[in-house]
């Protein structure tokens, strides 16, 4: 897994949680085996990001499916800088107060989709709660160059919450992206010491709205797992979701990015993630992805396929 780890001399990644005592690492079990990030796909991959300067949310998070996805050319980019508003406990991103936005940035971002040939993007962003519009615009910029240069590729977003911002889903919805993701992350119990600067009710009503919308548009969410939550808690979190008419639910293991993050409260076996998926997909889910290494833009392309497949199989 790739790790960012705070470097002495320069500056704390996360400053606010510097001072904290260390938390528990866990030993990985065997069932978490990646792939190691050293094939010529990954490296064309990182020339390709690098030379247009994006950054990925898969380098940022220390995303552990760096190797595979990169050697395919995947990557998912993370727009509005590296540098986010919010200190939620499971996060790598850096965090503190980001730099204004580069209104030349949605080029890139579609030059280097470009490059790497993808038939289906993923973007996502760090939270701006520094911006009037939550980057809702910039967001709507990213949509437009994409579709401009890349007219066959479909698009998936991965918003912030947009917590307090007026009228933000309404500027990305405007710009029709093919599939809406927000990731609720955990279970409401958890919202405090996880993800403390987000609102569990405000997340499941910005899914909602995008459904009131467009009633077309795919909606998208995702959860981790292993951060401490109950089984009747995940539960309820479909159902909150399912009545939001979320499409695609994908449910990973946590993982810790460093002993100043959350600690790993259990390692879910794999069985489990299949009574999960089942589960869902009984509650009425689309699609679901349900393994210890899921993550929301793991495999986005062929997933966005099959929930496509699916939604005109329940409509024939
Ligand atoms: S799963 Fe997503 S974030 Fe992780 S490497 Fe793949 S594309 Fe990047």
Redesign the pocket.
């Known amino acids: 897994m790739a790790v960012v780890l705070d470097i002495a001399g320069k500056p704390a990644r996360h400053p606010e949680k510097a001072g904290r005592p260390d938390t528990p690492a866990a030993k990985k079990p065997d069932w978490i085996r990646v792939k190691a990030p050293v094939s010529k796909g990954f490296l064309e991959t990182q020339q390709i990001v690098r030379s247009n300067g994006l950054h ?3 380098e940022e ?1 220390g ?1 552990p ?2 190797g595979e ?2 050697e395919k050319k ?3 980019f993370m727009v509005m800088g590296d540098t986010c508003t919010r200190a939620c406990a499971f996060c790598n991103v850096k965090t503190g107060l980001p730099g204004p936005l580069d209104p030349a940035e949605p080029i890139r971002v579609a030059e280097a989709t470009a490059k790497l040939g993808l038939a289906h993007v ?1 973007v996502t962003s760090v939270d701006r709660d520094d911006l009037d519009d939550g980057g809702a615009g910039h967001f709507a910029e990213v949509i437009r160059a994409i579709r401009t240069r890349c007219k066959a590729t479909t698009i998936e977003v991965l918003t912030p919450d947009f917590l307090r911002k007026q009228g933000a889903v309404e500027t990305v919805v405007a710009a029709r992206p093919d599939v809406f993701n927000h990731n609720l992350e955990t279970v409401p119990s958890k919202y405090l010491t996880v993800r403390p600067g987000a609102r569990y009710f405000a997340s499941i009503r910005l899914l909602q709205r995008v459904k009131e919308i467009d009633p077309a548009m795919f909606t998208k969410s995702g959860i981790m797992v292993g951060l401490g939550e109950q089984r009747n808690e995940i539960l309820q979190v479909m159902d909150d979701l399912r009545s939001a008419d979320v499409d695609f639910l994908t449910i990973g293991q946590y993982l810790q990015p460093t002993r100043k993050h959350h600690e790993v409260v259990r390692f879910v076996p794999p069985d489990e993630f299949k009574a999960y998926e089942a589960i869902a997909y009984a509650k009425g889910f689309h699609m679901v992805s349900a393994s210890p290494l899921t ?1 929301s ?2 495999h986005a392309g062929e997933d966005f396929a099959r929930l496509k497949a699916a939604r005109i199989a329940l409509t024939r």
Do not use: E, F
């Open positions: 990925t949310v898969c998070a995303c499916n760096i996805c990169w995947h990557a998912t993923v993550r833009s793991h």
